[in-house]
């Protein structure tokens, strides 16, 4: 074959059009003008405006997970700060409840202890200031414990009484405690007078059950003694000073078959509620009583 009729270019099947640099220029050119028209005339904004609307399912769509995911974790944030705020109120609240009850409790122990401080100054009798720690663990007596004892002086058989009177006696004294046999203990006795009709007589503690009462015993049948009467001590036994109060009358039997009345009393000292008592000086005691003219 002769050279001559060789040629380099492609057959018209594979020719590829202009070149590659002028593709370049044209394309550059029409993107040019295409930027210049749209600023300039706004010629490409229904497509945008069409495109837009076209694509907002789509994008509406592919949000959702991320809004609902979001949602979830500020819920659950919200939902946690939510509780710990609760936890933080009601703590808040069960101090207030608890500061509230503590100055009840503080302003009743006030009134308490001044009317104490009050009646040690009416008794000119020196007088030791004590709180109960517990009541004794005896389902057959009626005893507390406070909290003085030899060490603060208090002697044996020395009085005890709160705010509104007597609360009983001093049976068993230790270094640092005292054991106080209440006025309703069924082994406890005290010479009580009548303040409105002056009679005499010897309440003891209930021995039949736990009441809470005191008895007068051994007195006549036709005795002048009436419901609610005031019964004071009489002194006259040496160991509690006179005109303390002891117990009101709450009820008087009379039997036709018995030669005495059988009369109950109410102690007026909190038996089961004192918590702080004062106890007297069983010396001082005795020296501020008048002579003794024996038991009625």
């Known amino acids: ?22 593709k370049l220029f044209f394309f550059s050119v029409l993107a040019l003008l295409l930027m210049v028209a749209d600023v300039r005339f706004k010629v490409t904004q229904p497509l945008r405006s069409l495109v837009a609307a076209v694509l907002y399912p789509v994008q509406w769509l592919v949000l959702r997970p991320i809004i609902w995911s979001s949602g979830a974790s500020q819920y659950l944030l919200s939902l946690q700060t939510s509780q710990a705020n609760e936890a933080q109120a009601q703590y808040q609240l069960g101090l207030q409840s608890q500061r509230a009850q503590q100055v009840e ?92 009709s002056g009679v005499r007589g010897l309440a003891f503690g209930d021995s039949v059950a736990r009441t809470g009462q005191l008895e007068l ?12 009467d005031l019964l004071t001590t009489s002194g ?47 010396s001082a005691a005795l020296a501020d009583l008048p002579p003794s003219k024996g038991l009625p």
């Open 105 to 196: 409790q503080l302003v009743l122990e006030n009134t308490r202890l001044r009317a104490l401080l009050d009646l040690r100054d009416r008794l000119n009798a020196p007088a030791i200031a004590a709180q109960v720690l517990y009541e004794a663990a005896d389902p057959y007596s009626r005893k507390v414990i406070i909290d003085k004892g030899t060490l603060a002086a208090v002697q044996l058989g020395a009085p005890v009484l709160d705010e509104d009177g007597i609360l009983g006696q001093v049976t068993r004294v230790y270094p640092t405690i005292s054991e106080v046999s209440l006025v309703t203990d069924r082994n406890q006795a005290i010479p009580v007078l009548n303040a409105r």
């Open 217 to 228: 015993r051994f007195m006549d049948a036709n005795v002048d003694m009436l419901a609610g």
């Open 1 to 22: 074959m002769p050279l001559g009729t060789l040629d380099g270019t492609p057959p018209p099947f594979f020719r590829q059009g202009p070149s590659a640099l002028t």
């Open 236 to 282: 006259v036994d040496g160991v509690y000073p006179p005109g303390l109060a002891v117990a009101r009358v709450l009820k008087i039997e009379r039997g036709a078959d018995s030669a005495f009345a059988r009369i109950s009393c109410q102690p007026v000292a909190r038996v089961a509620a004192s918590l702080h008592v004062l106890v007297l000086q069983a």
